[in-house]
Structures are given as structure tokens and as C-alpha cells.
């Protein structure tokens, strides 16, 4: 998922995960049957699972900056 879709969820404290491996045409079916996908107008494209935390992570979440992980060939 892209992360300007989870910003607004972040600042509200609220964590996200993507869910993988789970099976498209399953969930689409299921949700056709229960008419939430609006005559076939609609589908899922990814599925994430948002909450609050129950407590702080023991250590704090770090990541590279986008120069350390990213080469721009010319």
C-alpha cells in the first residue's frame, strides 16, 4: 500500500499491515455475494488490516533513507 494512504491513519495513531497471500478470487466472491462490490462495479485490489496497538514496540521502528537504498541510473 502506498504510504501517503496510510499517513492520515498514522497520525490518528492507528497501525496498518498489509495482508498477502490471501485469495482474490475467494474474497471477491464472497464479497459479490453479500452485494458489496456493486454488481461486479467493484474489486479488491489489496487487503490491510488497520488497529491500535495494544502496547509501544520494545524497540523503536528505523528505516534507511531513500539515498541508501535507492541507485538512479542514468
Same mark, same amino acid.
Do not use: H
Given at each position: 500500500? *502506498?504510504e501517503? %494512504?496510510?499517513?492520515?491513519?498514522?497520525f490518528?495513531?492507528?497501525d $496498518?499491515?498489509?495482508i @498477502?497471500?490471501? $485469495?482474490? @478470487?475467494?474474497?471477491? @466472491?464472497?464479497?459479490e455475494? @453479500?452485494?458489496l462490490?456493486e454488481?461486479g462495479?467493484l474489486?479488491? $485490489?489489496?487487503m490491510?488490516?488497520?488497529?491500535?496497538r495494544q502496547e509501544?514496540?520494545? %524497540?523503536?521502528?528505523? %528505516? %534507511?533513507?531513500?539515498e *541508501?537504498?535507492?541507485?538512479?541510473?542514468?
Amino acid at each position: 500500500m *502506498e504510504e501517503t %494512504r496510510k499517513a492520515p491513519v498514522l497520525f490518528a495513531g492507528i497501525d $496498518s499491515c498489509p495482508i @498477502e497471500g490471501f $485469495s482474490y @478470487e475467494k474474497v471477491n @466472491e464472497l464479497l459479490e455475494d @453479500e452485494g458489496l462490490l456493486e454488481n461486479g462495479k467493484l474489486a479488491v $485490489s489489496a487487503m490491510v488490516a488497520f488497529g491500535y496497538r495494544q502496547e509501544d514496540p520494545a %524497540r523503536p521502528k528505523t %528505516r %534507511r533513507v531513500m539515498e *541508501e537504498v535507492v541507485q538512479w541510473i542514468e
